[in-house]
């Protein structure tokens, strides 16, 4: 019995071993097709990693495309209120030109009234120099008055005149400044200039 026994355990011993080595083969022409996939496949995982990394710059390039588009429509922007300004100064000037040509043709005018009264107060003086009646030199006094009172009218307008010059120089600085922040590179701040900005 105790032969049967051992017989039995040998039998079930090498049944084990005959299974064993069955699974150990299988599992060696396993391992032996994965190393041969491995090996198929390895050129493909390495394109697989070039990607990647052509995927990541194209995200990097993506990005750097974005930022730079969100500038140029900052700048173009930018340039549209530039050219709004541009065109409101440009209307203001012409105003400030034509306002200026109805000031010179009234301050032509009164230098043209002012030589002529210069001529009649010249004229009333010589004969306030030969006359002696108290009527004539009255009506002497009061040429000299109105006269008085035209040259000080005629220097107000001068000075008006004078006044509206330096505005229109002012408005041709902001418009060469204007022209200026169009050109790339060659923005100046609008903040540099306490005149600029009062208009601005």
């Known amino acids: 019995m105790e032969i049967a026994q051992l ?19 299988s599992a060696t022409n396993k391992v032996f097709e994965l190393e041969t996939t491995i090996k198929e496949t390895s050129h493909k995982v390495d394109r697989l990693h ?8 194209l995200i990097k390039m ?30 203001m000037l012409k105003s400030y030109q034509e306002g200026r040509a109805d000031l010179e043709a009234e301050t032509l005018k009164a230098r043209q009234r002012a030589e002529s009264l210069e001529a009649q107060l010249e004229i009333a ?21 109105a006269f008085s009172n035209l040259l000080k009218t005629n220097q107000r307008l001068r000075d008006d005149n004078a006044d509206l010059r330096d505005q229109i120089d002012e408005l041709k600085a902001m418009v060469e400044i204007l022209k200026a922040r169009e050109k790339p590179g060659l923005v100046p701040d609008p903040t540099s200039s306490p005149r600029t900005t009062l208009f601005l």
Request: proline share 0%; hydrophobic share 30%; no cysteine.
């Open 125 to 145: 003086q010589q004969q306030l120099k030969s006359a002696s009646d108290k009527k004539f030199s009255i009506l002497a006094k009061a040429s000299e008055a």
């Open 62 to 91: 993506q990005r750097l495309w974005e930022g730079d588009t969100k500038k140029l429509n900052e700048q173009t922007e930018q340039i549209r209120t530039m050219d709004g300004e541009y065109q409101s100064l440009r209307v």
């Open 7 to 25: 017989r039995s355990a040998d039998l079930q011993h090498k049944a084990t071993f005959e299974a064993q080595g069955k699974l150990l083969a």
């Open 50 to 57: 070039d990607y990647e990394r052509q995927i990541d710059q």
